[in-house]
């Protein structure tokens, strides 16, 4: 099945920085969603992305499908944003990444 | 529109012990999706239901039953609960394009 590779693994940020996270892939996909799960657990709904490039306020992510990968971008950092990032590409059912871990500092 | 509901949000178990895990969502989805999740790791699929009246293994179902009781609700059940099942469970339902999910539940087995 496909593999799924998130980098960094662990990110630790001064509050206002920027960051992008990779995901990378094994095979080709037809859908491609991120989410983040807060320090309460709560996974959340960042964005279904199979292709281009999409932005929600701070946060943007690009996938390129040809190449198998896909950035989540976040500017201005915020204490709020962090927790675990996991991108999920899907072949049949979702494949999540081991997650990238973000904590930002204030 | 309460999204994804998962009850109960904590559960302690006795090694041997049965119990079932409640979802139910609101969107009118068709595919509804369990989840377990270990600390420091992705969610892993345990089982789904592409539609009301199917269900099909995921990644990791040994220990579990699944029961599609109508197009709302989806249910998790644990036959002889072992230390091994001590996870956070996760439900999900899609509209065929997006996944959204439930609070979780968090379940111990001792």
């Known amino acids: 099945g496909i593999q799924v590779e998130q980098s960094p693994p662990d990110l630790i940020l001064q509050e206002g920085a920027n960051s992008t996270l990779r995901c990378n892939f094994s095979d080709s996909v037809n859908n491609l969603q991120w989410f983040h799960q807060n320090p309460w657990g709560q996974l959340i709904n960042l964005f279904y992305?199979?292709?281009g490039t999409k932005q929600n306020g701070r946060l943007s992510a690009t996938t390129v499908a040809t190449e198998r990968y896909s950035l989540l971008y976040i500017s201005s950092s915020q204490t709020t944003d962090s927790g675990v990032y996991f991108c999920?590409?899907?072949?049949?059912?979702?494949?999540f990444g081991q997650g990238t871990e973000l904590s930002v500092k204030p | 529109n309460a999204g994804v509901t998962q009850t109960p949000k904590f559960q302690v178990l006795k090694t041997g012990q049965s119990m079932t895990l409640q979802c139910a969502q609101d969107m009118n989805h068709n595919s509804m999706y369990w989840y377990r999740q270990d600390p420091g790791m992705g969610l892993r699929l345990i089982y789904y239901?592409?539609?009301?009246?199917?269900?099909d293994k995921g990644e990791v179902p040994n220990g579990y039953n699944v029961s599609r009781l109508n197009k709302r609700e989806f249910s998790l059940r644990l036959e002889s609960a072992a230390p091994s099942q001590t996870s956070v469970y996760f439900c999900?339902?899609?509209?065929?394009?997006?996944?959204?999910f439930g609070p979780g539940t968090r379940l111990t087995v001792l």
């Open positions: 239901s592409a539609s009301e009246g199917t269900t």
């Open positions: 999920a590409p899907r072949e049949g059912k979702l494949i």
């Open positions: 999900a339902s899609s509209n065929g394009v997006e996944q959204f």
């Open positions: 992305i199979p292709s």
